[in-house]
């Protein structure tokens, strides 16, 4: 992110890809996968201003053994300075495609959980608090007293739709936008495979900066944002 200077960008918002054979992933080791992800965080510490958030959705994978990558992007985070401000969880329980791996069907000898969640992760640079602004907070009463409870529910998005195997859905970031940033503020995503923190910027006020390293999604990102400015 060498475009970006210190201290530039009021809000992170991404969810890193999962390493897991999909076709956005490299099959990295372990070691490997948290080595990338330190890189970019690192740089995401360096282009936030003092009290900027970074908010990284991730669902834990695998189950031989199970894979808890929240717990160990929160300890990445902690290593770079982070400050945790908590973790939201999402319920996407709603959605049609949700798992049916039972693993033994009604039996004890190997059920396997359904996840229907994913978490939300919340940090600040240096500081919880921002300075005061005179810019404006476009948030109503009603979505801050939605947006401030620990459990967020909300179908998760189609990969057919939006040409990506693993999109999240725009109310994700809206939320986190709304929640986190003024009006006039920038919001980064350095895994922006869709466009999705993209368009949820716009629609808020908001300016943006993504990255992706496949040019097609980055194609799709910039053909999602094209259409929506053309309206």
Same mark, same amino acid.
């Given at each position: 992110?060498?475009?970006?200077?210190?201290?530039?960008?009021?809000?992170?918002?991404?969810? #890193?890809?999962?390493?897991?054979?999909?076709?956005?992933?490299?099959?990295?080791?372990?070691?490997?996968?948290?080595?990338?992800?330190?890189?970019?965080?690192?740089?995401?510490?360096?282009?936030?201003?003092?009290?900027?958030?970074?908010?990284?959705?991730?669902?834990?994978?695998?189950?031989?053994?199970?894979?808890?990558?929240?717990?160990?992007?929160?300890?990445?985070?902690?290593?770079?300075?982070?400050?945790?401000?908590?973790?939201?969880?999402?319920?996407?329980?709603?959605?049609?495609?949700?798992?049916?791996?039972?693993?033994?069907?009604?039996?004890?000898?190997? #059920?396997?959980?359904?996840?229907?969640?994913?978490?939300?992760?919340?940090?600040?640079?240096?500081?919880?608090?921002?300075?005061?602004?005179?810019?404006?907070?476009?948030?109503?009463?009603?979505? $801050?007293?939605?947006?401030?409870?620990?459990?967020?529910? $909300?179908?998760?998005?189609?990969?057919?739709?939006?040409?990506?195997?693993?999109?999240?859905?725009?109310?994700?970031?809206?939320?986190?936008?709304?929640?986190?940033?003024?009006?006039?503020?920038?919001?980064?995503?350095?895994?922006?495979?869709?466009?999705?923190?993209?368009?949820?910027?716009?629609?808020?006020?908001?300016? $943006?900066?993504?990255?992706?390293?496949?040019?097609?999604?980055?194609?799709?990102?910039?053909?999602?944002?094209?259409?929506?400015?053309?309206?």
């Amino acid at each position: 992110m060498h475009q970006l200077p210190d201290n530039s960008i009021h809000l992170m918002v991404t969810s #890193p890809p999962y390493n897991v054979g999909k076709e956005y992933d490299e099959n990295l080791s372990l070691k490997e996968y948290r080595s990338l992800l330190h890189d970019v965080l690192k740089e995401t510490h360096r282009v936030l201003v003092s009290g900027g958030r970074a908010c990284i959705n991730v669902a834990n994978l695998g189950r031989k053994p199970y894979l808890p990558l929240h717990t160990y992007i929160i300890e990445e985070m902690h290593a770079i300075g982070f400050l945790m401000r908590g973790e939201i969880i999402w319920d996407k329980s709603a959605s049609a495609g949700t798992s049916t791996a039972w693993g033994s069907w009604r039996s004890a000898s190997n #059920p396997i959980l359904r996840d229907v969640h994913e978490y939300i992760l919340i940090f600040s640079k240096e500081n919880f608090q921002r300075e005061k602004s005179k810019k404006k907070d476009t948030i109503s009463k009603d979505e $801050f007293l939605e947006y401030t409870k620990s459990i967020w529910r $909300f179908p998760a998005e189609s990969a057919k739709k939006v040409h990506h195997p693993a999109p999240f859905p725009s109310e994700l970031p809206s939320r986190l936008i709304k929640l986190y940033t003024f009006q006039g503020d920038i919001v980064l995503d350095p895994f922006v495979g869709s466009g999705s923190t993209c368009l949820a910027a716009i629609r808020a006020g908001r300016d $943006f900066v993504g990255y992706d390293r496949s040019k097609e999604y980055v194609s799709t990102a910039r053909r999602r944002i094209s259409s929506f400015l053309k309206k």
